[in-house]
């Protein structure tokens, strides 16, 4: 049997080259629907013949069924024409293989027609799965932004600028929430009302491309709408920064993250561990973890922090989100000094530009930070006296202590501050004692008193007036330097006393040199200045002369004999009373020489009228030792009064020179 069906097989073959049908034929892919392709005859006498496209490889619409027509007796032809729906491509399908069955009678005749489709090279083309049956597949989620773009449709060949493009399809309600647009530029965008709720349709979009002059393409878009991922983990945006300033506490809240997602932990991943910020577990809140001072904390100027958001139960399902943190610099501190609080004394005698102090600041905020120095003066106001050169005071203008309220304490103070916001300000207190110093000598001018040299002991001979430039101005006393101790001086008023008897006849002209030693204008103490000046004192004669009352007193005296013999005799004996009395003196003269020092008692010698001489003044008087009180203050009193009594202490001498 199967060996008849092979004979009938060949037999078929062969009749099929007997006829005229064709083996194969080429076509342009130019041609549109309508075409005819080339026609092929065949004869059948005595029946009525069918011709049927059987199939089509691969199978298309293109191609319509064969149409059988007679043209003579016993010879009929057979046509096949393009479809209205044929688009042919010779990129997309380039040969078709149509299976026709010829029948006549019982002759059947089969065979495959092999349609060749050739390329036109002045065609427009849509290429890509675009123009593929099956279309472009896009995949959009329905939270996609309304109008966004979606697609980009590339233009038909490399020359084409721009070409009309169009949705032919329809896209209407309730199917479509809008209509999807695509324009010139092939950019495909979504409906203006957005896709939300549309997941998961899927909407077919034919799309006409034309280029003018009839010139067209066209393919097919299907836009597949995603459901939004429910149980994913997502952050709204993938990183933020943010600023903060240094001053927070520990644990302050930074920020708060948050993710989308079911039933959701947070951390910190990065840096691990986080040396400033911790994140809750829980509330996904960041907070810092330590003083955040940027002078101290290193490098926690910016912070990268990248945090995760994970399912508790399957923490793999996560997303991340970049944290920024900056720490804003916050003026916290005053600038801090050395020394605190300036105290000082200073002599008057300081000279402009000496220095009292230098300041040493710094700001705890930044150790590097400029600082400002400004002085303040308070005490006495508008007092020049101090200034500040970069951080050194100094002394500004001569100091004084000689005018009466003159020499103060400076009260001042120094302000510094620092540059940042808001600005800090440190006051430094300055208190500047400038101390007095004995700069003077005190001074008296020379003068002349005049003294009768009949005057008592203890006249007023006159007032010296001393001066002194220093402050207090009246600080000094007064000495009585060598010269006789006729005369004495108040050592604080400066009055000048006579202290023994004066003689016209003898000295009519004293010296005294007038020692001012003055005190209590020095911060020392012990340190004395002294001055002097030479005071003249003139002796007057005086007007009742006594040896005229003597003479009177003889020219009126008449006495008897007898009293002139008794006054003989007793004058006899008082000359040798006297004469014994001044042998004993003499001697005793002799003995206080040797012991010069030991007070004697002061001679009254009876001046003796008549007699022929003069008394010539011998006088030791005690040296002052002012060097001993200028080196010595506790001797100071002792000396001085030692001083007022030399002149009765160690005596004047008289003596009768013939
Ligand atoms: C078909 O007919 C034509 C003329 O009518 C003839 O020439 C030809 O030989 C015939 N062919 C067959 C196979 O009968
Ligand atoms: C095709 O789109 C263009 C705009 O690109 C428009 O002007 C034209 O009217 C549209 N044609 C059709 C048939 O929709
Ligand atoms: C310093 O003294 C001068 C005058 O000698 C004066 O002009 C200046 O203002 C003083 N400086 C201060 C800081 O008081």
């Known amino acids: 049997m199967a060996l008849l069906r092979l004979l009938v097989l060949l037999f078929a073959l062969l009749i099929s080259v007997l006829h005229s049908l064709p083996w194969s034929i080429d076509i342009s892919e130019s ?93 427009i083309r849509c290429a890509g799965p675009f123009a593929s ?9 329905e939270t996609v932004t309304p109008g966004a773009l979606l697609y980009t449709l590339l233009l038909p060949g490399p020359g084409v600028q721009r070409a009309q493009m169009n949705i032919t399809s329809a896209q209407d309600p309730p199917y479509f929430p809008g209509p999807f647009s695509i324009d010139e530029q092939g950019l495909l965008r979504a409906p203006s009302q957005g896709l939300k709720g549309q997941a998961p349709k899927t909407f077919q979009l034919q799309i006409l491309v034309s280029l003018g002059k009839g010139q067209s393409c066209k393919g097919m878009l299907t836009v597949k709408v995603l459901p939004a991922p429910s149980s994913q983990v997502s952050f709204r945006q993938k990183a933020q920064s943010i600023t903060i300033p240094e001053d927070l506490v520990p644990g302050s809240k930074v920020i708060q993250v948050e993710a989308r997602g079911f039933n959701l932990l947070y951390e910190i991943f990065s840096p691990w561990p986080s040396p400033f910020y911790s994140i809750g577990q829980a509330d996904g809140i960041v907070r810092t973890t330590v003083p955040l001072d940027l002078a101290r904390a290193q490098g926690a100027g910016v912070t990268k922090l990248q945090v995760r958001a994970f399912e508790k139960l399957r923490p793999w399902a996560s997303a991340e ?22 105290v000082t004394q200073i002599p008057e ?64 103070s120094i302000l510094v501050s620092d540059d940042g916001q808001p600005q800090m300000t440190t006051e430094v207190p300055v208190l500047v004692m400038v101390t007095p110093v004995n700069e003077f000598s005190p001074a008296c001018v020379p003068r002349t008193f005049r003294v009768r040299e009949d005057a008592g002991p203890h006249t007023l ?168 009180q200028h080196s010595d203050g506790r001797a100071h009193d002792v000396q001085s009064a030692t001083s007022l009594r030399a002149p009765y202490g160690t005596g004047g001498y008289f003596s009768l020179k013939k």
């Not at 049956?133 to 989620?141: C, M, T």
């Not at 006296?385 to 050194?392: K, T, W």
């Open 31 to 123: 041609q549109g629907p309508g075409t005819i392709l080339p026609p092929f005859s065949f004869n059948c006498s005595s029946y009525m013949p069918t011709l049927e496209l059987l199939s089509v490889r691969p199978p298309t619409s293109f191609f319509n069924n064969p149409s059988l027509h007679r043209l003579d007796k016993g010879i009929y032809v057979g046509k096949v024409t393009l479809s209205s729906s044929a688009r042919l491509d010779a990129l997309a399908v380039n040969r078709y293989e149509l299976q026709l069955q010829y029948k006549c009678g019982n002759f059947v005749l089969a065979g495959p027609l092999s349609v060749h489709v050739q390329q036109d090279p002045d065609r």
């Open 133 to 141: 049956p099956a279309g472009e597949f896009i995949y959009v989620p």
């Open 321 to 342: 989100f970049d944290l920024t943190v900056n720490v804003r610099a916050v003026n916290q501190w005053p600038p801090r000094c050395l020394p605190a609080l300036l």
């Open 349 to 412: 005698t300081a000279p402009v530009g000496t220095v009292l102090s230098t300041l040493t600041c710094v700001d705890p905020d930044s150790a590097s930070a400029p600082l400002n120095y400004q002085l303040q003066l308070h005490n006495p106001p508008d007092s020049a006296s101090l200034r500040l050169r970069d951080r050194v005071l100094e002394v500004n203008t001569t100091l004084d202590c000689d005018t009466p309220g003159a020499c103060s304490q400076q009260a001042a």
């Open 461 to 628: 001979l006159g007032s010296i007036v001393g001066t002194d430039m220093d402050y207090p101005h009246n600080s000094f006393e007064y000495y009585i330097s060598g010269g006789p101790s006729t005369f004495a001086v108040d050592r604080l008023s400066g009055e000048l006393h006579l202290q023994g008897p004066l003689d016209y006849e003898q000295q009519r002209l004293y010296r005294v040199t007038i020692l001012l030693i003055d005190h209590s204008q020095d911060c020392d103490l012990n340190h004395h200045r002294s001055g002097s000046c030479t005071i003249t004192i003139e002796v007057e004669v005086s007007s009742t002369m006594t040896p005229l009352i003597v003479t009177d007193v003889e020219a009126f005296w008449k006495p008897e004999p007898w009293f002139v013999a008794v006054l003989t005799a007793t004058g006899a004996v008082l000359l040798l009373a006297l004469g014994w009395l001044l042998s004993r003196i003499l001697r005793g003269f002799a003995q206080s020489l040797q012991t010069p020092n030991k007070p004697a008692r002061a001679l009254l010698l009876s001046n003796i009228q008549g007699n022929e001489g003069s008394i010539e003044r011998l006088m030791e008087a005690p040296r002052m030792e002012m060097s001993q």
